[in-house]
């Protein structure tokens, strides 16, 4: 088919815009709020994109997804192939699309947008990942097993990554995971609003067609260390990626009343313990009228737009630089203030209020300015003199970062930084041979798709040393035609023994 | 989709109730069981709907591959254990040995003090210090004989046993302080004090040794969720700062932990406990209604 040379003036001026749930009616429920495009909106929106030579959204892209060959397959309807194409580098598609930062990443360098709105690239990723899932997709290649054993620690975006490529080199992988089910950050943190935990099921089902095994409710460090799991367990290759944890408080006055909590335990208690539904489990939420959130961040969006689906009335967000600094993807300020959540910008808590009974009755907050930029170049917030005010709260929910979980240092040689991540080199291995780290557990808080790319280079990493061939590129863009073939093999892709498991193996593991 | 891991893994092979609010569980888990240390408690799911509670390792037996726990129905998690935990049946999900071991250092002559429920969890530290050769003095307090469990097994690992009951019904007429008091009087050369029980009875306890110096170990038990460190719902409050039970605990120096911000933070979701505690408790009851009902409708017949 021969295309005609898009240009910036042929394609659809508008970004196709995807259908929400109504803001007044979602901040009463649970319900995913972006829709996701429906088949002709996907189409329209293919084609916008310009393919261009230089591929700047592919630099942009953390992982390297060959954005244009996947939109071009989309606008040709071959969405299988699109799917091809996004899983030779991205594990999770259906998950990264909705919860990247494009705005920071690829549709942030995009070529239409010099002068209109960028390609929507990342709802585009997350159209073929949902019709994936829905059609039952999955590249499961025929897996030659090389014999040997690699145990991965953590079941989050990083580890995922790291166990299926090292799947698909044919090794035997478990994955432990402390908490009693899979999936990390992305089941616990992340509200169902917005990346539904029936999504990271049903990509961790993908893992588990893999061969993939997962221990849940086993914590590693003290249940066993790293090193009884290379000198005793048989395994001879580990990787790391318990991500971080440890929240941090600010230290003011009034931190340790009742009412005052870290996001993580609020979004915790709420989604991977159910706590919002109370006549069903047992974990109880605080009850609450008059909610700040401190910080605005990712987690900062999760916790107001989860306390106001719980029910309070008033929620704030407290943050001490601007709207332009604010780190959180733009989708969900944009979602978060919709849904009426009471922005503060250049606010810094300086006290929390006691009603006399250990529960919060209140905050203190003071205005800030911004002032010079600071070593991240961003403008640092200075105190505005005697602009102290006070606002009625009864929960009070930090969400300003997280320090590094200490477990696995305390319970292993491993050589940590200064601020206790674990250090590596370039290739993600650690101090001890034969294992890796990635992830937050490394870098500190980050992003879902930069912790699936370490788990990925850290996957690279093992194979050098366990001298496996690299079985990266499964699928490269184009099958070859039949009478290319050899034996009915693409004599194009980089690996022969690509895994394919016995059909029943496979379902009786789906069923389990 | 339920994930592989959970589920049915945890039998419990022993059950066994010490009084109406006490019982004992004896759970396989033979990993565990090699793993555990004195000091190191673990999370348990009775069911999938349940709530994850943190519960302290009372023994491990490496031969039979089993932990022991020794719980006390206080709300609404713990009753329904003790309803439904029965020899045979299996818990949701079972994760630990979690926390920092406690030290079992060099200390010649050792106070070990349980209040209550506390004396299971004092009962592997009593063990280890017995074992590295130290001089141990057990002091065991509860509200009345009725009340008291493990008094042969406890006083097995100890040198001295010191029994207190707060009505005089056994032993010494008092709390445990009243026999920390006696065994401090007898033995001006204890070198160390663990005192783990209810968070009153622990900061008494450590008011009770800090005039003598002698370095006081509490275990605190702080509201959890995770227990690796992720959430801070267990933060407790030191001179030297805010800490992390779970992870940089649970023993810390009595002599520095603010217990009146422990014992207020432990408070912080009464209102929804009592409130689910009194639906479990009316469910409770009309059960039992319904089985009475239908007894009467059997007899009937
Ligand atoms: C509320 C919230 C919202 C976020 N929103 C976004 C977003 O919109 N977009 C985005 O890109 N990023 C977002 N992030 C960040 C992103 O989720 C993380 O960067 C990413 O999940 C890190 O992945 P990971 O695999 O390193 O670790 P995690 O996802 O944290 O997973 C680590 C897993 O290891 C387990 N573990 C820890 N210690 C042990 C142990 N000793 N033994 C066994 N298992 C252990 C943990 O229980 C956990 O399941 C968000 C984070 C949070 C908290
Ligand atoms: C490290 C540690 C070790 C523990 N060891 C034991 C033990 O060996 N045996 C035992 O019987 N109990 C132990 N506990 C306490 C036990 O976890 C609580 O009694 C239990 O969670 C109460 O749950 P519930 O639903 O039955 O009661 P609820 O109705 O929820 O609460 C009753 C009271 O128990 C306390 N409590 C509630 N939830 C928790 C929680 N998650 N963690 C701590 N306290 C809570 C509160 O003060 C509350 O007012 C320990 C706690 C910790 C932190
Ligand atoms: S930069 Fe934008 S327009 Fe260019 S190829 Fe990438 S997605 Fe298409
Ligand atoms: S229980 Fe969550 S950090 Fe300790």
């Not at chain 1, 300020?333 to 250990?358: C, M, R, S, Y």
């Not at chain 1, 919060?360 to 003199?385: A, F, K, N, W």
């Not at chain 2, 092979?13 to 793993?35: G, I, K, N, Q, W």
């Amino acid at each position: 088919m021969a295309l005609k040379k898009r240009t910036i003036r042929t394609i659809p001026q508008e970004r196709t815009p995807v259908e929400e749930l109504d803001p007044a009616e979602r901040a009463t429920n649970f319900l995913e709020v972006n829709c996701g495009y429906k088949l002709e909106e996907a189409l329209r929106e293919s084609e916008r994109c310009l393919m261009c030579a230089d591929e700047p959204c592919v630099r942009g892209c953390p992982v390297s997804i060959d954005i244009p060959s996947f939109i071009k397959k989309i606008g040709e309807k071959n969405f299988h192939g699109a799917y091809d194409v996004i899983t030779n580098t991205n594990l999770l598609p259906a998950v990264c699309g909705r919860v990247c930062p494009q705005e920071n990443q690829c549709e942030g360098v995009c070529t239409v947008a010099d002068s209109l709105e960028p390609v929507a690239i990342g709802r585009l990723e997350r159209f073929v990942g949902d019709m994936a899932i829905r059609e039952g997709w999955s590249n499961i290649p025929y897996i030659e097993p090389s014999g040997f054993k690699v145990g991965i620690v953590g079941s989050g975006p990083a580890g995922m990554a790291c166990a299926a490529d090292m799947a698909k080199a044919g090794c035997d992988v478990t994955v432990y995971e402390a908490f009693h089910e899979a999936g990390g950050v992305l089941k616990y943190g992340i509200p169902d609003f917005r990346l539904p935990n029936s999504t990271v099921d049903a990509e961790l089902a993908k893992l588990i067609e893999l061969g993939i095994k997962f221990e849940c409710n086993t914590l590693v460090g003290r249940l066993f260390t790293i090193e009884e799991m290379i000198q005793e367990m048989g395994f001879h290759a580990v990787f790391i990626g318990t991500g971080a944890g440890y929240p941090s408080f600010m230290g003011i006055p009034g931190e340790s009343l009742n009412g005052v909590l870290s996001a993580n335990e609020l979004l915790t208690r709420c989604n991977l313990m159910h706590g919002r539904d109370p006549e069903h489990y047992d974990t109880p939420l605080p009850p609450s009228k008059n909610v700040a959130v401190i910080g605005a961040g990712n987690t900062a969006m999760d916790a107001l737009r989860v306390s106001l689906r719980l029910g309070a009335g008033n929620v704030h967000c407290i943050y001490r630089r601007s709207h332009a600094e604010a780190p959180a993807r733009a989708e969900e300020i944009h979602h978060a203030e919709e849904e009426g959540i009471q922005f503060h910008w250049l606010t810094n808590p300086v006290e929390i209020l006691d009603d006399g009974k250990n529960n919060v009755r209140g905050m203190r907050c003071i205005r800030m300015e911004l002032g010079e930029p600071d070593e991240s170049g961003r403008r640092r917030p200075v105190v505005v003199p005697g602009s102290e005010f006070e606002f009625e709260a009864d929960l009070v929910v930090y969400a300003i970062g997280t320090n590094a979980n200490p477990i696995l240092g305390q319970t292993s040689g491993l050589k940590l930084n200064k601020w206790g991540y674990i250090a590596t080199d370039e290739n993600l291995a650690t101090s001890i041979a034969g294992v890796f780290a990635g992830g937050d557990i490394v870098t500190g808080a980050a992003t879902v798709i930069e912790a699936m790319g370490a788990g990925r280079k850290a996957a690279r990493g093992m194979k050098a040393w366990l001298g496996l061939r690299d079985t990266e590129e499964s699928c490269l863009g184009e099958p070859a035609p039949f009478e290319d073939r050899l034996l009915g093999l693409d004599p194009a892709e980089h690996d022969f023994a690509l895994v394919r498991l016995p059909r029943s193996a496979a379902s009786s593991s789906n069923a389990s | 989709m339920a994930m592989p891991g959970t589920g049915s893994n945890y039998e419990i092979l022993t059950r066994e109730d010490f009084s109406d609010v006490t019982y004992l569980l004896e759970v396989r888990h033979p990993r565990m069981a090699r793993a555990a240390k004195p000091g190191q408690f673990v999370i348990v799911m009775s069911h999938a709907e349940g709530e994850r509670i943190p519960l302290t390792i009372a023994d491990f037996d490496r031969d039979k591959g089993t932990i022991t726990l020794v719980i006390q129905a206080v709300g609404k998690t713990t009753r329904e254990m003790q309803r439904d935990c029965l020899a045979g049946t299996h818990l949701h999900a079972l994760v630990g040995p979690m926390g920092i071991p406690s030290h079992i250092g060099e200390a010649k002559k050792v106070l070990c003090v349980g209040g209550g429920l506390g004396v299971a969890p004092v009962f592997p530290q009593a063990r280890g210090f017995k074992e590295a050769g130290a001089y141990v003095i057990g002091v065991v307090g509860f509200r009345n004989r009725d009340l008291v469990f493990w008094e042969d097994k406890f006083g097995a690992v100890c040198d001295e046993l010191i029994v207190c009951t707060d009505d005089g019904s056994a032993g010494v007429k008092g709390n445990v302080t009243e026999g920390m008091r006696q065994a401090i009087e007898k033995h001006p050369d204890i070198d160390e004090c663990i005192a783990i029980g209810p968070p009153v009875m622990m900061k008494f306890a450590a008011e009770t040794t800090r005039p003598h110096g002698i370095k006081t170990m509490v275990s605190l038990n702080p509201v959890m969720v995770d227990g690796t460190g992720m959430c801070g719902g267990c933060r407790v409050k030191l001179d030297s700062g805010i800490k992390f039970a779970c992870v940089d605990g649970p023993d810390f120096n009595g002599h520095e932990v603010d217990f009146d911000d422990l014992m207020s933070r432990l408070g912080r979701y009464r209102e929804v406990e009592q409130k689910a505690t009194a639906r479990f408790e009316e469910s409770c009851h009309m059960r039992e209604e319904f089985v009475a009902a239908s007894a009467q409708e059997a007899s009937k017949d």
